[in-house]
C-alpha cells in the first residue's frame, strides 16, 4: 500500500509534525516552537494565533519535504480553553492544562455535581488541569469576556476550525473536558446542566479516526486524539495487553479498556480512547524524567547523562536505604496533590552523586508502579509494556523500570510520540489502513525486550512498600 500522511502534535513548546509513509516510515519531521507566557504565579497561557502560523508553516514545510499528503491526523496538549465570540475570535489567551488557577473552582464543581456522581460520569474528580473548572472560572472572574463566549475549543480544534472550518473534537481529547459522559461517549447533559454550560458552544464529538473536515486542497482531516491516548497508539497500545509507559518530563502509565470502568477514588483517569468503540485508563506522575533533570541542573550542571547514569550504576539495587519521593511539582497519581513536595529519606556519608542519581531512578519507577497497580485493578493485568519517551534512552533506567513494574519492557523502531500516533489516524482518516489496529499493525515494530532483573525483583518489593509510606509520613509534617 502507497501514500503518505502527516501527524501534527501541539504540544506546550511547540509544533511537532511528522510525515509517515505506509509501512511507519517517518518521511520527513519538523519542529518549532512559540511562547508560553505566565502572567501571574500558577497561570500558564498561550497565543492561539501562534499554533496557527506554526502549524500551518510545519505543513507547508513537510509538504516541501515529503509531497502532499493523503490525509492529516491531529494531537496536542489536552484541557486547555479557548474561548471564542463571534466570528469564531478569540477573546482572550487560551488557559492551559498546567494552569493551576482554579483551585476553588474544582472544589465548587465536585460541591455542584457531587464527587461520587462527577466520577461515574467522567471517570475522573475535578483537577486544576482540566477544562470544566476554567469555564467555571472565566464565569466568576471575567464575567464580560464570558458573556460573549459562543463557542470553546480545546488546543488542537482551535488549529482544525483555521485547518478546515471545522467545529470538532475527538472523544479522547474531550474525556478530559470533565463534561462528557465517558461511558456513553457523549457530552454529559447532567454536568452541562450543574455547571450551566451552553450546550451550543461545544464541537461536535467524533471517533478519532473519523473525518472531521478537509483542508482547501481536499485533504481529509482526522478527529485525531489527545496527546496521551495518540502517544499510545504509537507504541502499539490500541487493545488491552500492553500498555504505554512514557517517560518524558512527566511519567505516564496508559492501558486501553474494553469497557469504562472508573477507580471509584478517580486516582487514574478514565477516558475513552481512540480507538473507536474503546477507552483507556491512565496514571499521570508529574515528575519523571524531570526528576533526573532537577537532579542533574542542581548538583551537576556540567555532565552529560551518560556519565551519571555511569555513577549510579556503580550503586546496587535499594541505594543502602536511599529512598527519592519524586513529588517536585506536586503529585496527581495516586494521590492528586498540588501541595505534595519530594524528599530524600536515608541519607549517609557513604552516598554519593551516584547514588542520589540512582535513587531518584528507583524512585519515580516506584511512582510508575502505584499508577500500574491502580490500572491493572481496573481490567485485565498487563503482559509487557512498550516505553518511550527521553528517559526510555537509557539501558540502567528501563532495567530499572522493568524490575520495579516486574514486566518486561519493549522499545519501538519509531519512537516519535503523539505526532507518529496522529499520523496514523489521518492515515485510517484517508483509506491508507482499514482501522486503527490495521495501522498499528502495519507501523509499529518492536525494537528490543529489556527484562526484570530477578535478584532486583526482590529488593525493590520490599523498598516499594516503604516508598508508599514515605508520602502520608511526610505530609503530616508538612
Avoid at 518524558?248 to 468503540?277: K, M, N, Q, Y
Avoid at 552529560?304 to 506536586?330: Q, T
Avoid at 534512552?393 to 520495579?404: M, T, Y
Wanted: glycine share 12%; proline share 6%.
Amino acid at each position: 500500500m502507497s501514500g503518505r500522511c502527516f501527524g501534527i502534535d501541539l504540544g506546550t513548546s511547540g509544533v511537532k509534525a511528522l510525515a509517515v509513509d505506509a509501512g511507519g516510515q517517518v518521511l520527513a519531521r519538523v519542529e518549532s516552537g512559540y511562547p508560553l507566557s505566565t502572567p501571574r504565579p500558577g497561570w500558564a497561557e498561550q497565543d492561539p494565533e501562534d499554533w496557527w502560523r506554526t502549524t500551518e508553516s510545519a505543513l507547508a514545510r513537510l509538504e516541501r519535504e515529503a509531497g502532499t499528503p493523503d490525509g492529516i491526523g491531529l494531537s496536542g496538549q489536552m484541557h486547555g480553553l479557548v474561548a471564542l465570540g463571534d466570528g469564531d475570535r478569540v477573546l482572550r489567551p487560551a488557559i492551559l492544562w498546567n494552569d493551576q488557577r482554579t483551585a476553588a473552582e474544582c472544589a465548587e464543581i465536585e460541591r455542584t455535581v457531587g464527587l461520587e456522581r462527577l466520577i461515574a460520569l467522567t471517570g475522573n474528580r475535578a483537577l486544576t488541569g482540566f477544562t470544566a473548572p476554567k469555564l467555571v472560572w472565566l464565569r466568576h472572574h471575567e464575567p464580560d469576556l464570558y458573556a460573549r463566549i459562543t463557542r470553546i475549543a480545546l488546543p488542537k480544534d482551535y488549529v482544525r476550525l483555521r485547518l478546515c472550518g471545522e467545529h470538532a473534537c475527538d472523544l479522547a481529547d474531550a474525556s478530559g473536558t470533565l463534561l462528557v459522559d465517558v461511558a456513553a461517549r457523549r457530552w454529559s447533559d447532567e454536568v452541562l446542566g450543574a455547571l450551566e454550560v451552553e450546550r451550543a458552544w461545544l464541537p461536535r464529538l467524533l471517533e478519532g479516526p473519523e473525518v472531521s473536515g478537509q483542508t482547501g486542497a481536499g485533504v481529509p482531516v482526522a478527529a485525531g486524539a489527545g496527546d496521551q491516548a495518540a502517544g499510545a497508539l504509537g507504541v502499539g497500545v490500541d487493545r488491552p495487553g500492553p500498555v504505554s509507559v512514557a517517560l518524558g518530563t512527566s511519567g505516564v502509565v496508559f492501558a486501553a479498556l474494553e469497557r469504562f470502568v472508573a477507580d471509584p477514588e478517580a486516582r487514574v483517569h478514565a477516558f475513552c480512547h481512540a480507538v473507536p468503540g474503546a477507552w483507556h485508563a491512565m496514571g499521570v506522575m508529574l515528575s519523571a524524567a524531570g526528576s533526573l533533570r532537577w537532579l542533574r541542573d542542581t548538583i551537576a550542571p556540567g555532565a552529560g547523562y551518560d556519565e551519571l547514569l555511569a555513577e549510579a550504576a556503580a550503586w546496587p539495587a535499594g541505594v543502602e536505604g536511599l529512598l527519592f519521593l519524586p513529588y517536585l511539582a506536586g503529585e496527581r497519581t495516586p494521590h492528586a496533590d498540588p501541595d505534595a513536595r519530594g524528599a530524600f529519606t536515608g541519607l549517609s556519608v557513604r552516598h554519593d552523586r551516584g547514588a542520589l542519581v540512582r535513587a531518584v531512578l528507583e524512585g519515580v519507577a516506584f511512582a510508575l508502579r502505584d499508577s500500574l497497580d491502580l490500572i491493572a485493578g481496573l481490567g485485565q493485568p498487563p503482559s509487557l509494556g512498550r516505553v518511550s519517551g527521553g528517559g526510555a534512552r537509557g539501558a540502567l533506567w528501563l532495567q530499572i523500570v522493568a524490575s520495579v513494574l516486574e514486566l518486561p519492557l519493549e522499545t519501538v523502531a519509531v519512537d516519535e510520540g503523539a505526532a507518529f500516533g496522529a499520523a496514523l489516524l489521518g492515515g485510517v482518516a484517508a483509506g491508507m489502513w482499514p482501522d486503527v489496529a490495521g495501522a498499528v499493525a502495519a507501523t509499529v515494530r518492536p525494537r528490543e525486550v529489556v527484562d526484570p532483573i530477578p535478584e532486583w525483583v526482590e529488593v525493590y518489593r520490599e523498598r516499594r512498600e516503604r516508598f508508599r509510606a514515605l508520602y502520608p509520613a511526610l505530609k503530616s509534617v508538612r
